[in-house]
């Protein structure tokens, strides 16, 4: 039962580099999200999917990009990498009676 | 603007104590209120939620109870134990704006023994 898997668990970038944080789900969960945790910040909703093909904005999407082509994964790009992102990157998955997160992503911008 | 907010920020008690948590909120379109509890290099984890139309809700030593009129809502720790040192978030919901989930910006609960 793996839940949510999240890839890599550590990454460091350098400023203006790309790149993609993976995230599946096995609960054909309708609903996938991404939030990144900051000290004293929570978790803030960058992105968000209430199914395969469709997806929204959430509190902070500048300098992100998501798309959802299955139910099963829901992927999050950074076009060009700033530190202001450095941070932990939290995928979730939800049906309406409950969230499962997983267990995060570091990322460091240098 | 931080929709859900909560207090306090760190909080120290003694083993077998109680801790209490606060959250507040403004949108009165919420519809779900949870609370997660993290550990160090770990996602956040459904610990109890409630709903509106409900005052308390209870599991265990975890009491939630919920004021409407107020909106506010505050988690309870009782008999507090070591293992409970975690940080808490408490969250809230709009079902109808894609299942979207409001988080408070956390409270570091250090339980000594």
């Known amino acids: 039962n793996a839940g949510v898997t999240q890839t890599p668990k550590f990454q460091v970038l350098k400023t203006g580099q790309s790149m993609t944080l993976q995230c599946a789900q096995d609960m054909n969960h309708e609903y996938m999200s991404w939030y990144r945790q900051d000290p004293g910040m929570g978790l803030r909703l960058i992105h968000y999917s209430v199914g395969a093909g469709i997806t929204d904005q959430g509190e902070v999407p500048n300098g992100y990009n998501v798309s959802r082509s299955t139910t099963e994964d829901f992927p999050l790009r950074l076009l060009s990498a700033a530190p202001s992102q450095t941070s932990v990157y939290f995928c979730?998955?939800?049906?309406?009676?409950?969230?499962?997160f997983g267990s995060g992503t570091r990322l460091t911008v240098v | 603007q931080q929709q859900v907010k909560q207090s306090p920020q760190s909080l120290i008690v003694q083993k077998g104590g109680i801790s209490i948590i606060n959250c507040a909120y403004e949108?009165?379109?919420?519809?779900?209120f949870p609370w997660y509890q993290q550990f160090p290099g770990k996602g956040p984890a459904l610990l109890i939620a409630?709903?509106?139309?409900?005052s308390e809700k209870k599991e265990g030593r975890f009491t939630i109870s919920f004021n409407k009129s107020a909106k506010q809502f505050s988690l309870h720790i009782m008999d507090s134990q070591p293992g409970d040192s975690a940080t808490y978030f408490c969250?809230?919901?709009?079902?109808?704006?894609?299942?979207?989930?409001?988080f408070g910006g956390g409270t570091r609960v250090l339980v000594k023994p």
């Open positions: 409630i709903r509106p139309d409900v």
């Open positions: 969250a809230a919901r709009i079902k109808a704006a894609g299942n979207k989930l409001t």
């Open positions: 979730a998955s939800s049906s309406l009676t409950g969230y499962t």
């Open positions: 949108n009165t379109a919420f519809d779900y």
